[in-house]
């Protein structure tokens, strides 16, 4: 029904989606501007301005009215009573709508739709499009405040969304209709929230007058602001937690917060509210208030939850996201009954020290509980007020956990009869200058090769890979069976094949340029004997070579240098063949980087390491002892710091050690 009252001057202040109309008997007249031609008015809209989609004068068919939109959104009804009491006549557009709906093309049934709608097996009409939650966007308006319509019921907000949506509509020319999915009031701004396809349509309206205003329309950017309710219910959380931290101690104390009288007059343990809801609310405001990790290290230490009732800490889960390196927390006098109730702060909370959960029923159904949790957090000592670790033994564990250099002590070569050591200083030449000669010397039948290429850096600096990358059998990369054994190379001339495909090389001499290499030889055993004479298998040799060479791409003659890991198996040749022959050769490729020691080592700080490398084997030796740490470096000087002799010396010794040189006295 249309709004009664004077309207010249100021804004409508009716139901939203809604347009003048006709009632038997009266006419209502909007104020505004009013135009004549010949004997027939023009309509205007509710704000006064010229409606361009009105009928021409004098037509004959029905008009389509917009109706009240709050309970039926998307229907469609006539508002027009038609004269004497008769059915008004639809029109043709409106016939065509019901026919579709009768014949099943606009949709189907209600039910139907929802069910493809979730589905996605129904497309949308040409002229409607879904409303994603994430392609939507956010728009300022500015310009209510200072219009007419800020006088009406609640502000003229309704009137504001209704003049947009159907603005939008018009200015479009669009036949879908235009829908502001969410609008608040903040300080001078409306902000509203649409699809991004009704957003475009609803910023061309920057710059139109709305009763009496101009309204400036522009996406909002930066944090979605948030609506005076929410604004202020921050503000309370705000004054709860304040009252609550000890700045001295940087205590949260969120103990029995079911007392709290701020927190039960915002209805948080109401029958709607859980008690997941709060905690999130909290920790936000925490967010909020300590922007970054180190601001949040230094403001709370710890965290009293005691007397809240919990009983499993999925309840709290936002504290452990937003506190993750509490150093004391304590949950004593709640409901925890078994570890599974703490089972998902596991893995997090790596940095607390000290755990409490006194009166919990966890006590008496589980007393062997604090063996379990010790585990779970490295860094605990104080668990329900019993130490279970020391700060020495906090520290030693710390040593132990933390990363240390690889130490490179050269190859590790262990030759037979100089067979090792004589194979590659053939094979590394012959590769360069006679692949074919090579494969027909140590190659035979059942002989395989492949190559694999780790170009997984994207550097522009990079060299290409075009001539390898095409046999190249990366698991990775190739996860076809089929793939993958097309390019394992098997006898001599599919390997002699391959290999004439591949780019020209050049290593380093072996002579002169040994440090471009680390190569590794250990002899194996249970190869397959090629006499077929011995059940168990022959011994055999693995080399593993690691280096750089520079190849010559064919077409451009473009020189790269890149490093190379070559595997090769080593065993006993066929009878009337060479006396050893290649079994697997692998190839790996990747983009240069130097090997260590091949290029002069930048300053770093040996003695550090080495000592913190003999702190982490004293330590070791302790545990594996229970030796005193002065006797376990002792004992590790006198093997000149090797653990494995270290540890065996001890072992032959034990007994004769006196009895202080053990933590407690051995059994």
């Not at 701004?189 to 349509?201: L, M, P, Q, R």
């Not at 063996?371 to 279970?388: D, M, R, Y």
């Not at 003695?607 to 913190?612: C, D």
Request: hydrophobic share 35%; with cysteine.
């Amino acid at each position: 029904m249309a709004p009664s009252g004077p309207r010249n001057g100021a804004a409508p202040t009716g139901p939203r989606n809604t347009r003048s109309s006709t009632t038997r008997g009266a006419k209502t007249t909007r104020g505004g501007i009013s135009k004549r031609r010949g004997n027939a008015t023009a309509r205007v809209d509710r704000d006064g301005d010229l409606d361009m989609d009105a009928p021409i004068p004098n037509h004959r068919q029905s008009r389509k009215r917009r109706t009240d939109s709050h309970d039926h959104p998307d229907s469609i009804r006539s508002t027009r009573s038609a004269p004497n009491g008769s059915r008004p006549k639809p029109t043709l557009k409106a016939q065509q709508i019901i026919q579709r709906v009768i014949t099943g093309s606009a949709g189907g049934s209600l039910s139907s739709r929802l069910a493809n709608g979730m589905s996605g097996e129904t497309k949308a009409f040409k002229d409607t499009r879904k409303i994603n939650a994430e392609h939507t966007m956010t728009l300022q308006v500015e310009g209510l405040k200072s219009s007419r319509a800020i006088h009406n019921e609640g502000g003229g907000l309704k009137e504001l969304l209704t003049f947009l949506e159907r603005k939008a509509q018009t200015v479009a020319r669009a036949t879908r209709p235009v829908r502001i999915m969410k609008s608040h009031i903040n300080g001078d701004f409306v902000y509203i929230t649409t699809s991004k396809a009704d957003a475009e349509e609803i910023l061309k309206l920057n710059g139109f007058t709305f009763a009496g205003a101009i309204l400036a329309i522009s996406e909002a950017t930066g944090e979605k602001p948030m609506s005076s309710d929410a604004l202020q219910t921050l503000e309370q959380l705000r004054s709860v937690l304040s009252t609550r931290y000890d700045t001295g101690a940087k205590l949260l104390n969120l103990s029995t917060l079911g007392d709290d009288l701020i927190l039960n007059q915002m209805g948080f343990f109401s029958g709607g509210s859980t008690p997941e809801k709060l905690f999130r609310a909290l920790m936000r405001v925490c967010e909020e208030l300590f922007k970054t990790p180190q601001q949040k290290r230094e403001a709370v230490v710890s965290i009293s939850l005691a007397g809240n009732n919990i009983d499993d800490v999925r309840q709290i889960m936002p504290l452990a996201d937003t506190f993750p390196d509490l150093v004391n927390l304590d949950l004593s006098q709640n409901q925890f009954k078994d570890l599974s109730g703490l089972l998902k702060w596991r893995h997090r909370l790596r940095k607390l020290e000290t755990l409490l959960l006194n009166n919990n029923p966890i006590e008496a159904a589980n007393p062997n509980y604090r063996a379990e949790i010790t585990t779970w957090f490295p860094k605990l000592q104080n668990l329900s007020g019993i130490q279970v670790r020391t700060p020495e033994q906090v520290a030693a564990a710390l040593a132990l956990s933390r990363p240390v250099p690889i130490p490179q002590h050269g190859a590790d070569f262990r030759d037979i009869n100089g067979i090792g050591e004589g194979f590659i200083r053939e094979f590394v030449p012959m590769y360069d200058a006679n692949r074919h000669g090579l494969a027909a010397k140590y190659y035979d039948d059942e002989s395989t090769f492949s190559i694999a290429v780790n170009n997984n850096n994207n550097s522009r600096r990079s060299p290409g890979w075009n001539a390898y990358i095409k046999y190249s059998r990366n698991h990775v990369k190739i996860t076809h069976t089929s793939s993958r054994i097309q390019r394992l190379f098997t006898g001599t001339s599919l390997i002699q094949s391959a290999w004439q495909q591949l780019p020209p090389t050049r290593h380093p001499d072996l002579a002169t340029e040994v440090n471009k290499y680390i190569i590794d030889c250990h002899p194996i055993q249970g190869l397959a004997d090629p006499t077929g004479q011995s059940p168990v298998g022959v011994d055999g040799m693995i080399i593993t070579m690691h280096g750089e060479f520079e190849d010559q791409e064919p077409g451009s003659m473009k020189t790269s240098k890149r490093s190379f890991t070559r595997t090769v198996v080593l065993g006993p040749g066929k009878p009337g063949r060479h006396p050893i022959r290649v079994i697997s050769d692998t190839l790996s490729l990747r983009d240069f980087n130097p090997l260590p020691g091949s290029t002069p080592a930048p300053a770093v700080q040996p003695n550090t390491v080495l000592q913190q490398q003999q702190q982490q084997m004293v330590v070791e030796l302790c545990n594996r002892s229970g030796m005193t740490a002065e006797y376990s470096k002792l004992c590790l000087e006198g093997a000149n710091w090797n653990f494995d002799q270290a540890l065996h010396s001890f072992n032959e010794k034990r007994g004769q050690l006196p009895a202080e040189a053990f933590v407690t006295a051995p059994q």
